[in-house]
């Protein structure tokens, strides 16, 4: 019996005609679809994949053991992540060994920032494995701000919203462009490493790009206290008629 391939598609950032040609095709090739999610959540890729899903295809739900009750700073965060990553690579493990695909489908691209990479880092020296690139969610918003990121020779870092504030303090000034990814409860942070860098006013915030809940406001307008959605991105746009 021939053993199953892992395919790690992407969906792109929401909008459903971002979606590929090639992550359809795929997708509705294997039998079973995988995906990390929330307990309790439908989850964001099973919300783009669902109109594309087949009555044949399995669902195998990898549901996470915690999201933000566990800080990242919590020894215990690492290690029951890591248990959850090797059982769900198991899990997966035992359906390619019969023989079965599995799509696992992932928000935006697989490979930038996506937990189909501690599959791929477990799986893929052992089972042939095929990644579909995609959209990301910061290509979403930067359109939705309706604005250009990076010009000519542009330098544009991307932080994790989740670095120690003297980090991401650090890394600022030597950018023209910047990204801040996984916002949330990050963003009084964020907001004050951009006013300490005198870059507060020509930053925005995007939630849901390309999602049907999109909002886009300068950070400057957005109240103080407020903690924006898991999917939200802060962008500061690099130098703008330079030519
Ligand atoms: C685990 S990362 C996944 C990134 C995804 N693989 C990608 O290619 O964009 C999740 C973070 O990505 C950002 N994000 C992804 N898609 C987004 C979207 N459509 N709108 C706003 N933020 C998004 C948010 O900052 C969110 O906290």
């Not at 600022?172 to 409860?185: E, H, N, T, Y």
């Amino acid at each position: 019996m021939a053993i199953g391939r892992l395919l790690g598609i992407g969906l792109g950032p929401g909008d459903p005609e971002l979606l590929s040609l090639k992550a359809l095709r795929l997708l509705q090739s294997a039998p079973v679809v995988a995906y990390f999610v929330k307990p309790g959540r439908e989850g964001q890729a099973r919300r783009i994949a669902a109109p594309h899903l087949l009555p044949r295809q399995k669902e195998l739900r990898l549901e996470y053991p915690f999201t933000t009750e566990v800080s990242l700073s919590d020894s215990r965060y690492h290690e029951q992540m890591h248990q959850f990553y090797d059982d769900s690579a198991v899990r997966i493990a035992a359906l390619l060994d019969a023989g079965q695909d599995v799509a696992v489908i992932c928000e935006g691209d697989p490979f930038f920032y996506g937990s189909y990479m501690y599959l791929h880092d477990r799986l893929a020296e052992h089972y042939d494995t095929e990644v579909v690139p995609a959209v990301t969610g910061m290509s979403a918003c930067w359109t939705a701000a309706n604005t250009p990121i990076t010009h000519g020779d542009d330098v544009l870092t991307v932080l994790p919203g989740t670095l120690p504030a003297s980090e991401m303090q650090a890394r600022i000034p030597s950018s023209d462009a910047l990204v801040f990814m996984k916002v949330g409860r990050q963003l009084p942070k964020i907001r004050a490493a951009l006013q300490q860098a005198g870059r507060l006013q020509r930053a925005y915030l995007v939630e849901g790009g390309s999602m049907p809940e999109q909002r886009v406001r300068r950070l400057a307008d957005v109240p103080e206290e407020e903690i924006p959605p898991y999917f939200s991105i802060v962008l500061v746009p690099g130098r703008l008629g330079q030519r």
